[in-house]
């Protein structure tokens, strides 16, 4: 086990260096227990029907980290194209994450998403990678298309997706 001691009023100053310090352990982890250090103090809270008063778990899973977009791929699924963001590779407890699902078009343009800006990637339970935030890059260019990359169709919109109206569409 690692353990670290510290007073409450230091915590949040050192948290995140116990983070990037637990990132480093050779095995995944997706929280940490919180517990007053003076044994006789939380053992004299006593237990609810769940878990002992003095400790808590605190699961970390949407760690961030932040990252460069470099491109956008269009994959086609469920009748439309999903953006996929293609980014600068980030770590996260010992896996490396190269892309994200953007969702689909409506959330590029809410997010006013361009290829180049820097990006907050977190992952959702601790497994699907997701783009959060974006802040402008100095050379954006739109990562959107009204192509069909199949078939070369005019591409529609339907609600927040794209889709090619393209029946024979490979």
Same mark, same amino acid.
């Given at each position: 086990?690692?353990?670290?001691?510290?007073?409450?009023?230091?915590?949040?100053?050192?948290?995140?260096?116990?983070?990037?310090?637990?990132?480093?352990?050779?095995?995944?982890?997706?929280?940490?227990?919180?517990?007053?250090?003076?044994?006789?103090?939380?053992?004299?809270?006593?237990?609810? +029907?769940?878990?002992?008063?003095?400790? /808590?778990?605190?699961?970390?899973?949407?760690?961030? !980290?932040? #990252?460069? =977009?470099? *491109?956008?791929?269009?994959?086609?699924?469920?009748?439309?194209?999903?953006?996929?963001?293609?980014?600068?590779?980030?770590?996260?407890?010992?896996?490396?994450?190269?892309?994200?699902?953007?969702?689909?078009?409506?959330?590029?343009?809410?997010?006013?998403?361009?290829?180049?800006?820097?990006?907050?990637?977190?992952? +959702?339970?601790?497994?699907?990678?997701? /783009?959060?935030?974006?802040?402008?890059?100095?050379? !954006?260019? #739109?990562? =959107?298309? *009204?192509?069909?990359?199949?078939?070369?169709?005019?591409?529609?919109?339907?609600?927040?997706?794209?889709?090619?109206?393209?029946?024979?569409?490979?």
């Amino acid at each position: 086990l690692v353990s670290y001691e510290t007073t409450l009023a230091e915590l949040p100053a050192k948290w995140e260096t116990f983070l990037e310090e637990l990132a480093l352990l050779p095995y995944p982890m997706d929280g940490v227990v919180i517990k007053f250090a003076d044994k006789s103090f939380r053992e004299s809270l006593g237990n609810t +029907a769940h878990h002992p008063r003095g400790e /808590i778990a605190y699961k970390y899973s949407n760690v961030k !980290r932040e #990252s460069v =977009l470099l *491109d956008v791929e269009w994959s086609f699924g469920k009748n439309n194209l999903t953006p996929v963001a293609l980014m600068e590779p980030v770590a996260f407890s010992g896996v490396t994450v190269k892309r994200a699902t953007l969702h689909n078009v409506q959330n590029i343009i809410d997010m006013d998403l361009h290829i180049g800006d820097t990006i907050t990637v977190e992952r +959702a339970g601790d497994v699907i990678p997701y /783009i959060s935030s974006s802040t402008p890059g100095e050379n !954006r260019r #739109s990562p =959107l298309i *009204d192509r069909c990359p199949a078939c070369g169709s005019t591409l529609e919109r339907k609600g927040p997706e794209l889709v090619c109206p393209d029946k024979d569409c490979p």
